[in-house]
């Protein structure tokens, strides 16, 4: 049975024949292949969509009297309710059934965004920070909790945060520079270098799962660029450039996702820079 496997795998993990994570990794596979598994599914959507109408409950009846709470109600809200988040998926993670590691996945990704929330909120309205300097701080947080949640739960929501938290307080530390005066150069800049970092540690297998890696850089380094067709007359090649990089690359490691997202890119930019060129 399945809950003999079970303790047949931890008791692996006692023995140091394997380690947690590979024990997580046994105990989801097999239990997506027990019958039932289909069912296990429905069931997990059906939470999820009445979770989510809970939430527009509570939003809508919270929402009247919002400004009524003041600071301190808010963020106080704000803070129960992710420090809430963390602990629940915390409390999850003993027991690593696959619906239960979606869910922490779900409810970790919910809680860095409301901490990020909540310290730019107490940067604000406490600290007195201003502008460009509350965006900074909190995306910081963000990024930083976002970092630790990875690392302790090395999932593709995980990793989707990481990368969303990363472009961000990239976005923000250029912005309190007072780089965007001069457009969007800076920032298109900087994140093809991110994407490009994404790469490098996906191609290493640092950053796994490996496939999300692959992912989330072709996106970086191929959005990277539309901010460097307009203000440069060389963005568009620079882009067509990148997608047949990737392409190459692809070849070379064998990678059915970098072929696909450069395929994809020369499409798109190709005819871009046809056009520019030729009108």
Known sequence: TMATSTAHVFDWVAEGIIDDTQARAIIAHEQQRAPGSRTSFVVEALIYLGAALAVLAVTAIVGDSWRELGTAGQLAVIGVVGSAFLVIGAALRRRPTPVLTRLTSV?????TGLI???V???SDRVAGLEGAE???VAAFAGFVVALVLYGLSQRVLQQVVLAIATCGLTAAILDLLGLFEHGVTALGLTWWCVGVVWLILATMGRIPPRATAF?????????APAFLIE???WGEFFAVGCAIGLIVLGVFLRQLILLAFGGIGVFIYV?????????
């Open 107 to 111: 409810l970790w990704a919910l809680a």
């Open 116 to 118: 990020a929330g909540w």
């Open 120 to 122: 730019g909120m107490f």
């Open 134 to 136: 509350v965006l900074v």
């Open 215 to 223: 992912v989330l850089a072709c996106v970086v380094i191929l959005l």
């Open 231 to 233: 203000p440069f007359s």
């Open 271 to 279: 005819p871009v820079a046809l056009f520019s060129t030729f009108g």
